[in-house]
């Protein structure tokens, strides 16, 4: 089923007039799934539902790069946080992220593009933009003077240990330089304020070789792994 026919699926459930328990978005992330306005008529529908969605809307909107950002600006944090020292933990973690409103980031992004990464408002890989690449698209969208500039952010490039390893694809085994990546699960569910469920609920470790840019499982670019402590 092409994407862009899912929104539509679910407000045909709707309308069977079964009831909706469960909303889980398979699609919905792209603007290629809203390719007309019954999309977004039963986006609406949906989340102006009982159903519990997932996920909500609040959630689906914080995994968007402009609201990474503005939640990493200064004195956004405590809005949401009472506790200082969660705080500062949290921030100890973030990346530098920045509009491309902001000229003296774009200029050393320009500069030195690679110590920074382009990102549009994109779910899955293949769609960030790395190196060199970040200089001509920058000065491109200077020159052009497009709106299109308003739909990527820059953020600081990470740059995390490389170790050397072992991997084995096919009954092949490689000796290559690595990196990986630990992503943690939780589970969230609330009424309203009401917080009913907030759980860490596992991990997902992945590894690929150092000299990929992406860093997709399904896609082919990494293996999943384990953590293994010494």
């Known amino acids: 089923m092409h994407k862009g026919r899912f929104l539509q699926m679910e407000l045909f459930k709707c309308m069977d ?26 986006r609406l529908l949906m989340e102006e539902s009982s159903a519990i969605k997932c ?17 990493a600006k200064p004195n956004v944090l405590e809005r949401f946080l009472e506790n200082k020292d969660d705080i ?10 920045w509009s491309l409103d902001d000229s003296d980031a774009v200029k050393n992004a320009i500069q030195q593009p690679e110590a920074y990464v382009m990102k549009p ?35 600081q490039r990470i740059f995390p240990a490389v170790f050397p390893t072992l991997l084995v694809r096919e009954g092949i085994c490689y000796k290559e330089h ?17 917080v009913i469920s907030n ?6 470790m992945r590894t690929k ?18 953590l293994y402590l010494s």
């Not at 759980?199 to 997902?204: A, D, R």
Request: charged letters at 25%; proline letters at 2%.
């Open 17 to 42: 007039g079964e009831t909706v328990a469960v909303i889980y978005f398979r699609a919905g992330y792209a603007p290629t799934d809203y390719p007309s306005e019954s999309e977004w008529k039963a």
């Open 55 to 71: 996920p909500s809307i609040s959630y689906h909107l914080t995994g968007t790069k402009k609201v990474q950002q503005e939640l």
């Open 88 to 97: 500062a933990k949290l921030r100890e973690c973030f990346a530098g992220l």
């Open 121 to 155: 408002q994109r779910e899955g890989g293949g769609n960030n933009i790395y190196g060199d690449d970040v200089k001509e698209t920058l000065l491109r969208l200077q020159k052009e003077g497009s709106e299109e500039e308003a739909a990527y952010i820059l953020m």
């Open 178 to 194: 690595a990196i990986s990546e630990l992503g943690i699960f939780s589970a969230y569910l609330r009424n309203k304020e009401t």
């Open 199 to 204: 759980e860490q609920c596992g991990y997902l």
């Open 209 to 226: 070789v150092s000299s990929s840019n992406e860093g997709g499982v399904a896609a082919g670019f990494a293996v999943l792994d384990s």
